[in-house]
């Protein structure tokens, strides 16, 4: 059973960077073929924002949306991947979730943006 746990500041000042880390255990983020190791978030009073993945290769894709301040990134060592969102703003407040596919989630972090 893959089981994923996202780990990070639950508040960050606007302006600096949010860094999220997702830990998987029950499997590797290498297996191949494997859906892809996406992060997820979700604003106060919102739906669901797909903000990028990983792939079990190590390529990374983004939702335009986020695309200019996302970076996502892995450490196979430690079977972890990781999100960086640069210049945050209050709007960047939601809970963030790391995701093996549609299957299998975190529980999720809050993360607040304020000063």
């Known amino acids: 059973q893959v089981q994923l746990q996202e780990s990070g500041p639950g508040l960050v000042k606007p302006s600096q960077m949010l860094s999220l880390t997702c830990t998987v255990s029950?499997?590797?983020?290498?297996?191949?073929?494997?859906?892809?190791w996406s992060w997820i978030r979700q604003p106060p009073g919102k739906g669901l924002e797909w903000m990028g993945a990983?792939?079990?290769?190590?390529?990374?894709y983004y939702s335009p949306s986020f695309k200019s301040r996302t970076s996502i990134s892995r450490d196979t060592s430690k079977n972890q991947f990781s999100l960086q969102l640069s210049s945050v703003t209050p709007e960047d407040t939601a809970v963030y979730y790391c995701?093996?596919?549609?299957?299998?989630w975190g529980q999720g972090t809050q993360v607040t943006v304020s000063s």
């Open positions: 029950g499997g590797s983020i290498t297996t191949n073929p494997s859906p892809w």
């Open positions: 990983i792939d079990s290769e190590g390529k990374v």
């Open positions: 995701a093996r596919g549609y299957s299998y």
